[in-house]
């Protein structure tokens, strides 16, 4: 079955640090792949998301690119801020067989220091 | 962006009684809703997948007796939590998903359930 696997974290980076979140993943097919975000009392929130191969979703100075050959999808920032300490969600679906749950990986907490 | 509301917010209850959540999609009508669960400083589980109209579809180890879902309307979907025990408690979390927000998943802002 699909799975998603992220770096553990909690990852504490000082503000204007450059971040990476690595996630990789496990499917067959063409999964559609998403960051989500989740920050302290809130619900998920969409972040980016990219759709096909070599695609790149970015977002709020966050990006990342779906990488089929290395089954990767990193996050990146350049300079994080104190207000994007959240947990981080790397998921995919099967938009291409209609396989609409989220498979999610087990979330990274960013902690940005000022 | 679409809007997802979940109600009620918090939840306390007692062992043994049942406990109903709401979620509905505010400005989209959602074909198709998603309930899951997650425990603290955990990933999300799905628990089931429900399309407007027909039964829900229930993830492997999910008891469909315990966890009744409804899908009555194009925005609006039910959970509800049977005799429920300490153990259900956790954070409930609803998806949603429609022609009008074109393929992308809206989250609600989940509902903590405490069980006594």
């Known amino acids: 079955g699909d799975s998603v696997t992220q770096m553990e974290g909690p990852v504490t980076l000082s503000e204007e640090a450059f971040l990476t979140i690595n996630c990789t993943y496990t499917?067959?097919?063409?999964?559609?792949l998403f960051w989500y975000v989740q920050y302290p009392g809130e619900g998920l929130q969409l972040l980016l998301k990219a759709t096909k191969a070599d695609d790149k979703g970015s977002n709020k100075g966050f990006e990342a690119t779906y990488r089929k050959e290395t089954t990767s999808f990193h996050l990146e920032k350049g300079s994080v801020q104190v207000s994007d300490s959240a947990v981080y969600f790397c998921a995919l679906n099967h938009m291409d067989t209609g396989r609409r749950a989220l498979t999610f990986g087990s979330g990274t907490r960013l902690q940005v220091q000022p | 962006g679409a809007v997802v509301s979940q109600h009620p917010s918090r939840v306390i209850c007692k062992s043994g009684t049942s406990v109903k959540i709401e979620c509905r999609s505010l400005?989209?009508?959602?074909?198709?809703m998603f309930w899951y669960r997650q425990f603290p400083k955990q990933s999300l589980m799905l628990m089931a997948t429900?399309?407007?109209?027909?039964?829900?579809?229930?993830e492997q180890g999910v008891e469909k007796d315990k966890f009744l879902i409804n899908h009555a309307s194009l925005t609006l979907s039910t959970l509800t939590v049977t005799s429920a025990h300490p153990e259900d408690s956790s954070f409930y979390i609803c998806?949603?998903?429609?022609?009008?927000?074109?393929?992308?998943?809206?989250f609600g802002p989940g509902t903590r359930l405490l069980v006594l």
């Open positions: 400005d989209f009508q959602a074909t198709t």
């Open positions: 998806s949603a998903r429609g022609t009008g927000a074109g393929e992308t998943q809206y």
């Open positions: 499917a067959t097919g063409y999964p559609s």
């Open positions: 429900s399309n407007e109209g027909s039964k829900a579809t229930y």
